[in-house]
T-cell receptor, first 114, second 109 residues
């Protein structure tokens, strides 16, 4: 069964540094998402992406965040200048359509900002 | 923004008993109602979903019921087993993608 993959599984970075989290969605899916989950808390929506542009974004997704689909397979989340409070698990997900369809989650990247 | 709440936040049951988790939401545009299970350190995985034209759906020991008028839907797990222990999230699909606050279920052998 096809799966969403994410790299790296764990990223440690210093405050103020830029990080890029990578995801490979399921190949025939058209909609891609990023979520974050601070340890012990709920899953929070960051952004959805379709046809090479952002469909929706939450209040969390401010100017320090950006997303890109640099080629036909990768989907990336960039955090420009990391803060301590960016430490969290970041999940990528993909789905066949925007609403009413199952979202398939990747295994997550644990980001630790020191 | 959307307000999605789950009750209870924690639930302990004896193995073999039933568990019920309720999710209330505020976005009347929601038309897809999934439940995700998240084991410790793992990704959320869909366990059951329902669409707004159906009131109830069952899949073996798991069922979901929907009351769209009252804006809530519930997860029912019967004959619970220790491997059902996890955090469960509802994620009503409306104008945005909000997850509920989560319910930590512990099944005691």
């Amino acid at each position: 069964e096809p799966e969403v993959t994410q790299t790296p599984s764990h990223q440690v970075t210093q405050m103020g540094q830029e990080v890029i989290l990578r995801c490979v969605p399921i190949s025939n899916h058209l909609y891609f998402y990023w979520y974050r989950q601070i340890l012990g808390q709920k899953v929070e929506f960051l952004v959805s992406f379709y046809n090479n542009e952002i469909s929706e974004k939450s209040e969390i997704f401010d100017d320090q965040f950006s997303v890109e689909r640099p080629d036909g397979s990768n989907f990336t989340l960039k955090i420009r200048s990391t803060k301590l409070e960016d430490s969290a698990m970041y999940f990528c997900a993909s789905s066949e359509a925007l609403r009413g369809y199952e979202q398939y989650f990747g295994p997550g990247t644990r980001l630790t900002v020191t | 923004g959307e307000n999605v709440e789950q009750h209870p936040s924690t639930l302990s049951v004896q193995e073999g008993d039933s568990a019920v988790i309720k999710c209330t939401y505020s976005d009347s545009a929601s038309n897809y109602f999934p439940w995700y299970k998240q084991e410790l350190g793992k990704r959320p995985q869909l366990i059951i979903d329902i669409r707004s034209n159906v009131g109830e759906k069952k899949d073996q020991r798991i069922a979901v019921t929907l009351n769209k008028t009252a804006k809530h839907f519930s997860l029912h797990i019967t004959e619970t087993q220790p491997e059902d222990s996890a955090v469960y999230f509802c994620a009503p699909n409306g104008n945005q993608f909000y997850f509920g606050t989560g319910t930590s279920l512990t099944v005691i052998p």
